[in-house]
T-cell receptor, first 112, second 114 residues
Framework: KQEVTQIPAALSVPEGENLVLNCSFT??????LQWFRQDPGKGLTSLLL?????REQTSGRLNASLDKSSGRSTLYIAASQPGDSATYLC???????????FGKGTRLSVIA | DVKVTQSSRYLVKRTGEKVFLECVQD?????MFWYRQDPGLGLRLIYF???????EKGDIPEGYSVSREKKERFSLILESASTNQTSMYLC?????????????FGPGTRLTVT
């Protein structure tokens, strides 16, 4: 059964720092991987989706990479801002329209 | 933009009540999902549906049922609410025709059972 792990569980950084969030999964036979952002008490906002055939995706200050063979993905956030403070969730799907399997998230605090 | 809406942001119910949580998406998505989110446990799948009148059990279906009579609407039913069903409930949808199968989430319903 697929398991997704995110390390660290919480991270606090000063404003302006570049940072990396990590995600690992046990079964490398995935269809895609999604990174989400969740603000306290709110739903999930999709940030980036990487297909299994892709190595990375970029959106603004965010860059997500995927190394399928090693079961790892990273989310890189450049020049962090206090508005980036949120919980970041990683999730994988093994065949497209099947449900996502989620990690427990990394809670990020960016201190002004 | 894809929009997934949920009928209530906050809901308080009594033990033993029958509870209906509604989810509606406006983008003709075939696939719809119900998850619950609890501190320390993360998001867990309750039920999902690939099409109208179709449903599949997820990891934690006990105490829940679902209904999908129309493509845009997926309802989660708590047959007899219990305090251990106090949680954040999140609905999501995705499009089979899109190669990406990106999932879009609603704002969530915070349910408290007293």
């Amino acid at each position: 059964k697929q398991e997704v792990t995110q390390i660290p569980a919480a991270l606090s950084v000063p404003e302006g720092e570049n940072l990396v969030l990590n995600c690992s999964f046990t079964d490398s036979a995935i269809y895609n991987l999604q990174w989400f952002r969740q603000d306290p008490g709110k739903g999930l906002t999709s940030l980036l989706l990487i297909q299994s055939s892709q190595r990375e995706q970029t959106s603004g200050r965010l860059n997500a990479s995927l190394d399928k063979s090693s079961g790892r993905s990273t989310l890189y956030i450049a020049a962090s801002q206090p508005g980036d403070s949120a919980t970041y969730l990683c999730a994988v799907s093994d065949s497209g329209n099947t449900p996502l399997v989620f990690g427990k998230g990394t809670r990020l605090s960016v201190i002004a | 933009d894809v929009k997934v809406t949920q009928s209530s942001r906050y809901l308080v119910k009594r033990t033993g009540e029958k509870v209906f949580l509604e989810c509606v998406q406006d983008m003709d998505h075939e696939n719809m999902f119900w998850y619950r989110q609890d501190p320390g446990l993360g998001l867990r799948l309750i039920y999902f549906s690939y099409d109208v009148k179709m449903k599949e059990k997820g990891d934690i279906p006990e105490g829940y049922s679902v209904s999908r009579e129309k493509k845009e609407r997926f309802s989660l039913i708590l047959e007899s609410a219990s305090t251990n069903q106090t949680s954040m409930y999140l609905c999501a949808s995705s499009f089979t025709g899109a190669r990406s199968y990106e999932q879009y989430f609603g704002p969530g319903t915070r349910l408290t059972v007293t």
